[in-house]
């Protein structure tokens, strides 16, 4: 086998890493890396990924032309090409670095890459397709939507963006599809069962959480050695008659709607026969659904209805979770699930074009054209007003996207009312709406221009003489 040696100031944009980069650790919960699993780092720079991973197990092998020329270039369940693709200047090159990647990948390829918003922070000229940096090195940025275009015009396959800069392509389209359906409806885990009676009470713990009965296939072995004496009419009778019918009517309405929206989301990449989807996704249909072609052709309904502003406007004001304002509606991320199907699908549509970043409190969806920003507030349970920290936009007419960093800014955006941005049940939600209620008598909103940013909510606060401590507004203390 021959080896592309790669030109000698590349090996310059390798870095030491402490933990995990984060295609690697967005790679280790997305694709279930287990112990066990081969992984191949394809370009590992130092490797410091190859280093964690190993240490959790993994069955990890590392090639870089510098760094690890030794190493070994051998198949593996799944490949990491972590930042490689943007430092090659010669697109053919580029390109046959990509098809090496993903010959070897056996499973799934992950490919990351650097972004057009990072151009502020490199320092260089334009040169070829990229910049030439002052170090002598090559960076090659793509937008969000381009990186994920072109990994599925050089593979062939249908690819995923998990993330804005990483891509997954996967070898089996099944695997694919089940990647998918996690992102939408987790698989929920089984209860513990070491006899039949805990066995049966696992069965109704699925039956109550997921609105059906399971199958035989879906369980998991030792459940089935517990309940194989029993036949399945007996099993359902026993089941349905210990669940709760409040918590299973709801969780099929829930799974029905879930199954909706994966079904709208498959339609972006050409729907497939109904034996290509995962079996969850097979059984939701036939258990909530007349045929799989009636939740087909409710699925296409649910999906043109994005197109239709005042059905959307209708849908944000009349949602039970989030703020809904005069350009969009703010939810925070542990009530995405309680606002209407569409919405949910809205924010799906947005995650699929261009990847949903790893750190995120609120979403922003606006009714006024399409578009989605994902709003990170790392303090969001902590802090009564928390301070933006960073923020991603991805336009959905355009496929445009966008980050803003406010980790240097001075006088950074802040939250009120962060009640609003939740389910009214949710846990905190009343503690929250104190503080608010206290804030409104004490006329702090009576400018709410002013107290958007951190300077301006200060000097409210000043003039009214008062103070936060923890989620309680007290009359501020001066010193004497």
């Known amino acids: 086998m021959t080896q592309q040696l790669w030109s000698s100031q590349r090996h310059q944009t390798a870095i030491g890493r402490v933990g995990l980069s984060l295609p690697a650790r967005r790679a280790l919960g997305d694709l279930r890396l287990e112990p066990g699993r081969k992984v191949l780092d394809y370009g590992c720079g130092r490797g410091g990924d190859v280093r964690v991973l190993r240490q959790l197990g993994l069955d990890v092998a590392g090639w870089d032309p510098v760094h690890f020329p030794e190493g070994l270039l051998r198949p593996a369940d799944v490949v990491l090409l972590t930042y490689v693709l943007n430092v090659i200047e010669d697109p053919a090159e580029r390109r046959q670095t990509l098809l090496r990647a993903w010959e070897l990948a056996s499973s799934v390829l992950v490919v990351s890459a650097r972004l057009r918003w990072e151009r502020n922070q490199i320092k260089g000229t334009e040169h070829g397709d990229g910049i030439l940096t002052q170090r002598r090195t090559f960076q090659h940025l793509y937008a969000a939507g381009e990186l994920r275009d072109y990994v599925e015009e050089a593979t062939g396959v249908r690819c995923v963006s998990a993330a804005p800069g990483i891509v997954y392509a996967f070898k089996d389209d099944e695997a694919r599809l089940s990647y998918i359906a996690r992102q939408i409806v987790p698989d929920g885990e089984w209860l513990a069962s070491e006899d039949t009676a805990s066995a049966i009470a696992s069965v109704v713990d699925h039956l109550e959480q997921r609105g059906r009965m399971p199958q035989l296939e879906e369980m998991p072995q ?30 099929a309405e829930r799974g029905a709607l879930d199954t909706l929206q994966f079904l709208a989301l498959e339609l972006f990449h050409g729907r497939g026969s109904v034996t290509s989807l995962p079996l969850p996704i097979q059984l939701d249909i036939r258990a909530f659904f007349p045929s799989y072609t009636e939740a087909c052709q409710r699925a296409d309904r649910l999906l043109f209805k ?31 699930h309680r606002v209407p199907t569409v919405l949910r699908l809205y924010e799906q549509c947005a995650s699929i074009a261009a990847g949903r970043p790893g750190e995120w409190s609120v979403v922003k969806l606006r009714h006024q054209g399409r578009g989605v920003s994902w709003l990170d507030y790392p303090e969001f349970d902590t802090d009564p007003h928390p301070r933006l920290a960073a923020s991603y936009a991805v336009d959905l007419k355009s496929l445009k996207s966008s980050f803003t960093s406010y980790a240097d800014s001075t006088n950074r955006p802040l939250l009120h009312r962060k009640h609003e941005f939740l389910a009214g049940d949710d846990p905190d939600a009343s503690k929250y709406r104190r503080l608010t209620d206290a804030e409104v008598r004490a006329g702090l909103y009576e400018s709410p221009h002013l107290i958007g940013t951190e300077d301006g909510w200060e000097r409210e606060l000043v003039r009214c003489e008062r103070e936060l401590r923890g989620h309680r507004l007290v009359r501020r203390t001066t010193n004497t």
Do not use: C, N, W
């Open 306 to 336: 994005l197109r239709d502003d005042a059905y959307i406007r209708r849908a944000m004001s009349g949602s039970i979770a989030g703020k809904f304002t005069a350009t969009a509606l703010y939810v925070h991320r542990r009530a995405l």
């Open 222 to 251: 030792p459940i089935i050695g517990l309940l194989g004496h029993l036949r399945p009419v007996e099993l359902k009778r026993l089941a349905e008659q210990a669940a709760d019918p409040v918590k299973v009517e709801r969780s």
